[in-house]
């Protein structure tokens, strides 16, 4: 076994002595044992306590200067000593960033020291949403930080490339096991059918064949060749489908709990599920939307038997993890601001009666709920049986053995520093975000000559500065470039914030300013485009229009000066007009009345 970096250095003989003690005394641990064995062997020793502890992945903060938390009160979260001692608890979703990788290798050392101190030393394993772009949502994916840095799962999908989206994967997997995170909460393979919907930025977009082959080389590059140590284990999401929302609201929130289906098209949303089955994926996240004119149930998709038992296991045979999405419960505070469980279509039920019906309904896994106590008493009470409980304590337990976390938890913190981020990988990001570019309509003063004079807004202007001579005003100017974030409404609290919806027109004043703008100058329009907003004010001005989905202003240029060919498609439609958003059928694709652009649409320069 490796022990972590802070530890006293053994002698060969020493360490092979104490791991034949440790397999006599607890043969799980005996490496040449198949899985299975190794399984029941450990589960015949747990108590219920420990078993239930084990239904539970909540969310975790690294402490000041890497310490083990004492608790994060921006989220409510209780010690890290209470999750592992009290509450048995050895699933986490790691919150927030590091200042380096280092940090969180570390951080990930002494809290697998910790659960190695319990009764069984059953390891952490440890989860995260996606880390390598440039979003910072903490309830979707979080900024890179130390991590390479690539363009949202839509950039990828704008490269239509499946060999580069496997290589992101494998480079990812290979920073994430270096720190010690070993589960994804992703890939999310949802389809980009409403436009207004606030989570397209993660999807693979609107097309299902498309969102199909991307996602199994996506899950293909984080899992590997062969699952087991080397691997990050992958949690496809949401099933069977996120993205039919009514209005295109999230259902993170009330107002958008309902899933609908006016064009029949339930069974397309199933496809890029299919194939992440196919591609071995290990563990799924079902939504949580309700389905409404449907045979099914009309509760959220974590409560849903039918969705759930009925097609997830039964009719694909998925024997692996299902995990809920976060806070289906118990009530939360999550920024300063109260949240009610998002159980909808069971709001009535207690958390007792809704935790019965989520097991009852074929999942095994709480997400972002530690609420152990209420699991002990529905076992005590003879609503949920043990035979139940160890149904799922299997599968969770045969992921850690088969990660091999128990035979070697514990990562090189010095070596982490050196694997992510390094030269090699970050270069590779960057490639991506060149590729990712799509250039929706030019004039003839694109690719522009090195030198030019240029005014620039929404950009890193000392990386700007490389490419042509910075003015101050257009009218100074040889070009213009301008860097939008499409639109979006603000809403009640800064939680929902993160979460972009309502229209996807621009501001009649950001219309103006860029009318005002294109009037003194040729002017270059890139719109950061997490939906796809009406771009058509923009072309009625005779601008050159491109898109990008997490790329760099460097990336950008590159694109524009003919540094670097423009290679991006649309993964999406790109709406006319709101009429049409309106008027289209949010589960099915290409729905919209005459777009502006179709998607696959992009210009080779």
Not at 19 to 45: I, K, M, Q, S
Not at 324 to 341: E, N, Q
Not at 561 to 585: C, E, H, I, Q, T
Request: with cysteine; net charge negative.
């Amino acid at each position: 076994m490796t022990e972590p970096s802070s530890a006293p250095v053994s002698s060969e003989a020493d360490t092979k002595a104490e791991a034949e003690a440790d397999a006599d005394a607890r043969p799980w641990l005996d490496a040449t044992r198949p899985v299975d064995e190794r399984v029941e062997l450990l589960l015949g020793e747990m108590t219920v306590e420990e078993k239930t502890g084990l239904f539970f992945q909540t969310m975790i903060t690294i402490g000041p200067d890497g310490a083990l938390s004492a608790g994060d009160p921006a989220f409510g979260l209780p010690s890290t000593d209470e999750y592992v001692r009290e509450r048995h608890m050895t699933h986490f979703n790691l919150l927030g960033a590091a200042p380096s990788a280092g940090d969180i290798a570390r951080w990930h050392n002494r809290l697998q020291e910790l659960a190695a101190s319990t009764r069984l030393g059953i390891p952490v394993s440890l989860s995260t949403d996606p880390r390598h772009s440039f979003t910072d949502n903490p309830g979707a994916a979080m900024h890179a930080g130390p991590f390479s840095q690539w363009p949202d799962a839509l950039g990828l999908a704008a490269t239509r490339d499946e060999d580069l989206v496997r290589r992101f994967g494998d480079i990812a997997r290979q920073e994430y096991t270096a720190v010690g995170i070993r589960v994804a909460l992703h890939p999310q393979v949802d389809l980009a059918t409403e436009p207004r919907w606030a989570r397209q930025l993660q999807t693979f977009g609107e097309d299902a064949e498309l969102s199909a082959r991307l996602g199994a080389a996506y899950i293909r590059g984080f899992q590997g060749e062969t699952f087991g140590p080397g691997s990050v284990s992958t949690m496809v999401k949401h099933f069977p489908g996120g993205g039919p929302q009514k209005d295109g609201e999230d259902p993170h929130f009330a107002y958008g709990r309902e899933q609908i289906y006016p064009g029949g098209a339930f069974e397309l949303h199933l496809t890029p599920f299919a194939a992440a089955f196919d591609a071995g994926v290990r563990q799924v996240m079902p939504y949580y939307g309700m389905p409404t004119g449907t045979a099914h149930e009309e509760v959220g998709f974590g409560f849903n038997k039918s969705v759930l038992t009925g097609l997830l296991r039964e009719r694909f045979g998925f024997d692996g993890v299902v995990c809920t999405d976060w806070g289906l419960i118990t009530d939360s505070d999550i920024m300063g601001t109260p949240f009610p469980a998002r159980a909808w279509g069971v709001e009535h039920l207690t958390p007792a009666e809704r935790m019965a019906k989520i097991l009852d309904a074929g999942a095994d896994q709480f997400g972002g709920e530690r609420c152990t106590e209420i699991l002990l008493q529905l076992v005590a009470d003879g609503i949920v049986s043990e035979d139940r409980i160890d149904v799922s304590a299997r599968r969770l337990l045969r992921e850690k053995f088969a990660l091999g976390l128990f035979d070697d938890p514990f990562v090189d913190a010095e070596a982490a520093d050196a694997i992510v981020g390094s030269a090699a990988f970050r270069a590779a990001g960057e490639d991506a975000q060149r590729a990712s570019i799509a250039v929706l309509s030019a004039t003839a003063s694109v690719p522009f000559a090195a030198g030019v004079a240029l005014y620039v807004e929404g950009v890193d202007e000392s990386i700007a500065a490389a490419y042509g001579e910075l003015v101050a005003t257009p009218a100074e100017a040889d070009l213009a470039v301008l860097r939008l974030q499409a639109p979006y409404e603000q809403r009640g609290s800064a939680f929902e914030n993160f979460f972009h919806a309502g229209s996807l027109d621009f501001p009649a004043e950001v219309v103006a300013h860029v009318a005002e703008v294109a009037a003194a100058v040729p002017t270059v329009v890139d719109v950061l485009l997490d939906r796809p907003a009406i771009l058509t004010p923009f072309a009625a001005l005779g601008v050159s229009l491109t898109a990008n989905w997490g790329a760099g202003t460097a990336a950008l240029f590159d694109v524009l000066s003919g540094r670097a060919p423009a290679r991006g498609k649309l993964p999406f439609d790109l709406p006319r007009s709101m009429d049409a958003v309106k008027a289209s059928r949010p589960d099915v694709p290409f729905d919209t009345a005459d777009p502006l652009f179709r998607f696959g649409h992009g210009l080779e320069l």
